[in-house]
């Protein structure tokens, strides 16, 4: 792949199901059952808010995981991935039990033993995962394995569970069975996205609401940095940040960050003078949630361009309240604004993967040089650089 690749909804999509379908036959000597897929995404706005019940405005990306599966009478589930080393692993349905560090297979296992414990008639299966959304990127590989999984189960199986709760599922999934404490936006938006949309989400009450984001309609591009620095959430940096703003909570006497009203901010923040850790995390959650209401605010009144300024002060308040980016998507965003960018941040759960830019259709390919230009200079990976295009959620492929 290019620095600079701009990849289609249609050719992401066609990654193939046809390929994904033959590699099961070729592991399991049998034709699947079916072909789903799932997306990665980017997130336009709204970072570490969704475990503070607050705003976040996340969108699919063309880059889909994709699953090909049967289901088994005995009990035996096997797991393959193309993408990763060892084979088939094969586990037993009724001796799942919660397993951090189990490596990538405890993703897909793990939505099997949430759906067993929801009480769910989930058996055994045969599954082939194929994917190409890049892993450490911080683009929500693992929410797309673990909502393809969801979906394929829940199709193999007749449940009958609405995208919401295949999401709410692979949270669960994430947080009891791998041990990551992360928020229900990633699932949601694999699970929950629609074409040329970004996805408001208030992560409190689950309503959602499709943002119309015709970028290309309105001569904008929405490019992806993957710096190429690896980024691992399970490090206890991630959970460190969630559990100081459960602190921060407490100490403020709210249930969540998401009801501190930004206009209190001044005296909520004063109360917290004595924690100048928590004070910061609680000034990047609140102002957050400010900024997601001020970006739908501007969409909704047709001013796409104007949420330039506030992806930029996110990134600001990521890297210096939250403390979560580094230098790469420093680099990154600073470059990009400076070489002409409507506006920048990093998106995901930080210390790596990518930055998200806005640019005008026409400053596309400067800026885009400008950044590489930078890496090299600055003796970095060449970054990976690829327009975002709103695209679909959880499907069925074949």
Not at 200 to 219: C, K, M, N, S, Y
Request: proline share 5%.
């Amino acid at each position: 792949m290019s620095a600079h690749e701009a990849v289609t909804p249609t050719a992401a999509r066609e990654h193939s199901a046809a390929r994904t379908e033959e590699d099961f036959r070729a592991v399991y000597a049998a034709a699947p059952a079916g072909v789903w897929a799932a997306p990665g995404r980017v997130n336009l706005i709204g970072e570490h808010t969704d475990y503070n019940d607050g705003f976040v405005m996340p969108l699919a990306l063309p880059h889909t995981t994709l699953a090909a599966a049967s289901a088994r009478t005995d009990g035996v589930l096997r797991l393959h991935s193309g993408g990763a080393d060892g084979g088939v692993v094969e586990l037993r349905v009724d001796d799942l039990r919660p397993a951090p560090d189990g490596g990538w297979a405890a993703y897909p296992a793990g939505i099997v033993w949430a759906m067993r414990e929801a009480g769910l008639p989930v058996g055994g299966a045969d599954l082939h995962y194929d994917s190409v959304v890049p892993t450490g990127a911080g683009l929500s590989s693992s929410a797309a394995l673990e909502v393809v999984t969801a979906l394929a189960l829940n199709d193999l199986y007749a449940l009958g569970l609405a995208p919401q709760r295949l999401a709410q599922l692979a949270q669960r999934a994430e947080n009891a069975f791998v041990g990551v404490p992360c928020g229900i936006m990633d699932q949601t938006a694999a699970a929950c996205c629609t074409d040329g949309h970004a996805l408001f989400l208030d992560t409190r009450d689950l309503t959602r609401r499709q943002v119309p984001f015709d970028l290309a309609g309105e001569g904008l591009r929405l490019l992806v940095v993957d710096t190429r620095v690896k980024h691992e959430l399970g490090d206890g940096a991630y959970a460190e940040r969630r559990a100081g703003c459960e602190r921060g909570a407490r100490a403020l006497g709210v249930r969540a960050l998401r009801d501190v009203p930004y206009a209190h901010l001044p005296e909520a923040l004063e109360k917290l003078s004595g924690e100048p850790v928590v004070q910061a995390l609680v000034r990047h959650i609140v102002t957050e949630n400010q900024r997601v209401e001020e970006v739908i605010a501007r969409l909704d009144a047709g001013r796409t361009r104007a949420i330039g300024p506030l992806l930029s002060a996110g990134h600001a308040s990521l890297r210096d309240d939250f403390k979560i980016s580094c230098a790469e998507l420093d680099l990154a965003v600073d470059t990009a604004n400076a070489a002409g960018a409507v506006g920048a941040r990093m998106t995901g759960g930080g210390f790596g993967g990518s930055a998200i830019v806005l640019v005008e259709e026409a400053d596309a390919a400067a800026v885009t040089t400008a950044v590489t230009d930078a890496f090299t200079a600055a003796g970095h990976a060449a970054p990976r650089v690829f327009t975002a295009v709103p695209s679909a959620g959880a499907r069925r492929l074949k």
